[in-house]
T-cell receptor, first 118, second 114 residues
Framework: AQKVTQAQTEISVVEKEDVTLDCVYE???????LFWYKQPPSGELVFLIR??????QNEISGRYSWNFQKSTSSFNFTITASQVVDSAVYFC???????????????FGKGTKLSVIP | DAMVIQNPRYQVTQFGKPVTLSCSQT?????MYWYQQKSSQAPKLLFH???????NEADTPDNFQSRRPNTSFCFLDIRSPGLGDAAMYLC?????????????FGPGTRLTVL
């Protein structure tokens, strides 16, 4: 069975600080995908990144960066120079190649609520 | 802009009174999903449609039903809402099934049960 753990329930940082959101996953598959989604107060889930299990190259997109390490089953997300608009709940998610019963569901972690204080 | 639309954004119903939530998409995606997200919890998949094929998650209560009359629309019917069904309901779409298919989420409908 697949599982995603986001140990940090809530984090508060002061604007312009860097912050890292942790994500640890469990899966028996060798082929899987990892995702990060942002959920602002408005409610919709906004896709941030998808990473497949064969690509361990780190990725940077503006102030966002992701560190994927298969050896530790982690897919951590760092926001550099945080801004108030970054305040949201961030979900890490895992999708295996096939989840059974005809579904390819995303297994979400419980989310990390990030508050950026001006 | 192509998007996933959910109406209404907020829905109030009474205990036991049937309620229908609506989702539409302009992405022309084959797959539509319904998730339930309770307060401070992760979204939980209820079911999905691949075209007209309905796939129910094993632990989705019978109280929850869905209809997809055409590609663009999908409805979530809660036959007899209980207090425990109060949650945010998220609709999502993807072009196809499989891990490479990114899911696009709507803004959600927050359901209150009185």
């Amino acid at each position: 069975a697949q599982k995603v753990t986001q140990a940090q329930t809530e984090i508060s940082v002061v604007e312009k600080e860097d912050v890292t959101l942790d994500c640890v996953y469990e899966t028996r598959d060798t082929t899987y995908y990892l995702f990060w989604y942002k959920q602002p107060p408005s409610g919709e889930l906004v896709f941030l990144i998808r990473r497949n299990s064969f690509d361990e190259q780190n990725e940077i997109s503006g102030r966002y960066s992701w560190n994927f390490q298969k050896s530790t089953s982690s897919f951590n997300f760092t926001i550099t120079a945080s801004q108030v608009v970054d305040s949201a709940v961030y979900f890490c998610a895992l999708s295996e190649a096939y989840s059974g019963a005809g579904s390819y569901q995303l297994t979400f972690g419980k989310g990390t609520k990030l508050s950026v204080i001006p | 802009d192509a998007m996933v639309i959910q109406n209404p954004r907020y829905q109030v119903t009474q205990f036991g009174k049937p309620v229908t939530l609506s989702c539409s998409q302009t992405l022309n995606h084959n797959v539509m999903y319904w998730y339930q997200q309770k307060s401070s919890q992760a979204p939980k998949l209820l079911f999905h449609y691949y075209d007209k094929d309905f796939n129910n998650e094993a632990d989705t209560p019978d109280n929850f039903q869905s209809r997809r009359p055409n590609t663009s629309f999908c409805f979530l019917d809660i036959r007899s809402p209980g207090l425990g069904d109060a949650a945010m309901y998220l609709c999502a779409t993807s072009k196809g099934l499989g891990t490479t298919n990114e899911q696009f989420f709507g803004p959600g409908t927050r359901l209150t049960v009185l």
